[in-house]
């Protein structure tokens, strides 16, 4: 299983960026998918998550701000990221795992990260 992301970048505060993932490995449309971001010295942390029929779950702190989407004719899952803060800064992680019928995920692949830098 591969999973490449890419969009990440230095961007001003309010400004926006769209994260992609790449899938190859796996079955897309039967998977569900998962973004996590780790910002120095903090825990990672889930931001958003879709179901294999798209039903999507964002983290409460994050909605209105970040959209979690997918297309299954391009094996690849986005996350758009608008009106971002310095707080957004952070390792942005692709997963693909599983999700519950009670909004939980639970991810079991990983990508490698990509760089998401917020200047004030």
């Known amino acids: 299983v591969q999973l490449q992301a890419s969009g990440g970048g230095l961007v001003q505060t309010g400004g926006s960026l769209r994260l992609a993932c790449a899938a190859s490995g796996i079955t897309f449309s039967l998977n569900a998918f998962g973004w996590y971001r780790q910002a120095p010295g903090k825990q990672r942390e889930l931001v958003a998550a879709?179901?294999?029929?798209?039903?999507?779950d964002v983290r409460d702190s994050l909605k209105g701000r970040f959209t979690i989407s997918r297309d299954n004719a391009k094996n690849t899952v986005y996350m758009q990221m608008d009106s971002l803060k310095p707080e957004d800064t952070a390792v942005y992680f692709c997963t693909s795992g599983l999700y519950y019928s009670n909004g939980y995920y639970r991810p079991n692949y990983w990508g490698e990260g990509t760089q998401v830098t917020v200047s004030s």
């Open positions: 879709i179901s294999s029929d798209d039903s999507t």
